[in-house]
């Protein structure tokens, strides 16, 4: 309860550690019936409370950075695993939990899980990109299982990034997975060193509320093309969003100076006090740039 995640959450989660230890790539069954197999034999292991209560005490920290037991991880771990927090299916959370169990007494835990991270993000944020369904990665996610169980590196297939892929990049801007692409965005900014809010807002730099007025020649319907790009939102705080409000670009930026979050504070540089749409169209461009060199540095075949 104090993890925010149910009884039969952890005991899925540990079913991918037994699947992954057999090599079990099949379909998934019911949680009953999995448990229930030959006669109940894996609930009469002696040490199987004490697994899952090491999983489930590992999930506290994760999601609310508390725990009875020794978890310190880095500020590089913990921002990938919030921007997983928003992505649209649970299958990430099945990886990691096989990752936690076989390595969590290493040494070298934090470095490794950053590692892993980084190359799960980068895979389930481009596989949703270019195929937006929860069958393109069950396959992938089951089988990267078996790997890291193992002690080998999962080998996630992914072709190269086309630009019909760049392409598909900004048709995501309203998507399920906006939410976790902006956030990422966010922690590309290398000034940025703190986790950000988990109740951020999702900033329309130009106001997503139309003003009656004649703004640097755009109507409504013009505005409405340019609004919803990635070139135009932000994260930023839940409460600085609302006393921004849908003022425009100069009287905003006095609120973006008072945010921790390092993307937004920049954007007080902006020597002009409108933001129009070359604005959103160079920082469009800018976004889908950072993203391209992150995915290629993490799914291209390492030499």
């Not at 109740?199 to 329309?204: K, L, N, P, R, V």
């Not at 994260?235 to 849908?246: P, R, T």
């Amino acid at each position: 309860e104090k993890a925010e995640i149910s009884i039969d959450d952890v005991f899925r989660y540990y079913s991918h550690v037994v699947r992954a230890e057999k090599k079990d790539k099949s379909k998934e069954v019911g949680l009953r019936k999995f448990y229930a197999n030959n006669n109940y034999e894996l609930l009469k292991q002696p040490n199987i409370m004490s697994k899952i209560m090491s999983l489930a005490n590992f999930w506290l920290y994760l999601n609310k950075g508390l725990s009875p037991e020794d978890f310190d991880l880095s500020f590089e771990a913990r921002k990938y695993v919030h921007c997983l927090e928003s992505y649209p299916n649970e299958f990430w959370k099945y990886a990691t939990s096989v990752f936690f169990v076989k390595n969590h007494q290493n040494d070298t835990f934090d470095e490794d899980f950053i590692r892993f991270l980084k190359r799960l993000v980068a895979f389930l944020f481009a596989k949703f990109i270019d195929t937006p369904s929860v069958n393109a990665i069950k396959d992938d996610i089951y089988s990267a299982c078996i790997s890291i169980y193992e002690g080998t590196e999962p080998q996630y297939k992914f072709g190269l990034i086309t630009d019909t892929f760049k392409t598909k990049i900004l048709d995501h801007s309203t998507s399920r997975l906006s939410r976790s692409l902006l956030l990422l965005d966010a922690y590309f900014d290398e000034d940025q060193n703190n986790i950000i809010p988990s109740t951020f807002d999702i900033e329309h730099i130009f106001p997503k509320k139309w003003q009656a007025a004649n703004y640097q020649g755009w109507d409504e319907n013009t505005a409405q093309d340019f609004l919803e790009k990635f070139g135009n939102k932000i994260v930023f705080e839940k409460k600085l969003n609302i006393q921004a409000g849908n003022g425009y670009f100069g009287r905003k930026k006095e609120k973006y100076a008072h945010s921790s979050i390092q993307a937004v504070r920049k954007l007080t540089r902006y020597a002009n006090n409108d933001w129009g749409k070359e604005d959103i169209e160079n920082r469009e461009n800018d976004f889908t740039s950072r993203l391209v060199a992150f995915l290629e540095a993490e799914l291209l075949p390492r030499l």
